[in-house]
């Protein structure tokens, strides 16, 4: 369970990194926690967070189901579309973050490069943590 906490607060923390980064790009992918430092907007943003794991773990997998030969003929690259589908997707409903740009391209790539940096900032912190500890 400590585990689980762990990683829903890494990937917040990614999520507001990434949100950083995507504001000095000039792009459209911003979290409320940045603009107003409140507790309850950070707790919006984990609400955010646990929505797009949810999201990604169920319609996702469905996604990367049905686009699998698309997948293997880009060697897996269209997953990162998939990828960057969803975080629009959770993005829409506006719990702790969203996409501000109006037009449908601008907004996936805001979508495109905001799940990139996601991933990449979730990796990178995902070292740090403790591994599974087996119990005898």
């Not at 917040?12 to 409320?32: D, I, Q, R």
């Amino acid at each position: 369970m400590r585990k689980l906490l762990l990683r829903w607060i890494v990937l917040a923390v990614s999520v507001a990194a990434a949100s950083a980064v995507c504001h000095a790009l000039n792009l459209g992918f911003e979290v409320t926690v940045v603009r107003t430092h409140a507790v309850k907007d950070f707790v919006l943003l984990l609400i955010g967070v646990a929505i797009l794991s949810f999201l990604n773990a169920t319609v996702g997998r469905l996604l990367k189901l049905l686009t699998l030969p698309l997948s293997c003929i880009t060697l897996g690259l269209f997953s990162l579309v998939v990828n960057a589908i969803v975080l629009e997707a959770a993005a829409y409903l506006d719990l702790g973050f969203s996409i501000n740009n109006q037009g449908g391209f601008k907004a996936f790539i805001a979508a495109f490069v905001a799940s990139l940096l996601i991933s990449f900032i979730n990796g990178v912190l995902g070292v740090f943590l403790p591994d599974d500890e087996k119990e005898s």
